[in-house]
């Protein structure tokens, strides 16, 4: 009786249990080739900014014209969607690769309308890489990102929980000069004295 009780609380556990999904894939990936772009390890520590930061926020790392990303998966792994927060007006683009020599498109981030730093996601994908590349191309040629997401599966894209910390308040105005009480009793004299003329002109017209 107890065997068969156990036996169906671990079928029932097996049916009925939570999904796991896996977090970015870029977050245990290791960055093997970084041009151009001295703070990689920005685009995979789960944290970005607001959309619409300015381009060259805290959290951003610029990104040269012509420079190449590349990370190791540790293993060829299915790519379903991806998510990148990068400067608004330029295209970011997302190679794959087997066997790191030979590459295929996976993504193109395209610009948005938008200012500053935004977030796009990608449709379904259907793809299968060990290596990922990434470049940069057109807008301004000013790029940066501030993250970039891979996932194995569509729940694991909805599941994902993006670290944002929003730019630092602008400074507040400077505090008006303070008030020069001198230039008041300056001011308060030559009143008088000009008062007093007017007295002394009247007093000599009057009869």
Sequence with gaps: MIASLL???????????????????????????????????????GVASTDSDMWDSPRAALFAAGGVLEWDLGAV????????????????????????QSWYPIWVAQPVELPGLQTRTSP????????????AEGGDQKYSLSELEVFDSTAALLAAKLE??????????????????????????????????R?????RRAP
Excluded: H
């Design 7 to 45: 036996l169906l609380f671990a079928v029932t556990t097996n049916d009925g249990g939570t999904e796991t999904t896996r977090q970015s894939l870029l977050r245990s990936a290791r960055l093997t080739r970084s041009d151009g772009c001295p703070n990689a390890g920005r685009l995979a520590d």
């Design 199 to 203: 007295w002394a002109k009247s007093r």
């Design 164 to 197: 944002r910390i929003a730019p630092p308040p602008p400074p507040p105005p400077a505090p008006p000069p303070p008030f020069d009480s001198a230039l008041l009793v300056v001011l308060g004299v030559a009143l008088a004295v000009v008062e007093y003329f």
């Design 77 to 100: 792994e299915p790519i379903v969607a991806m998510r990148v927060q990068a400067d608004n007006n330029d295209r970011y683009l997302v190679f794959g690769s087997l066997e790191g």
């Design 124 to 135: 379904e994908l259907n793809a299968r890489a060990r290596f990922l590349r990434m470049t």
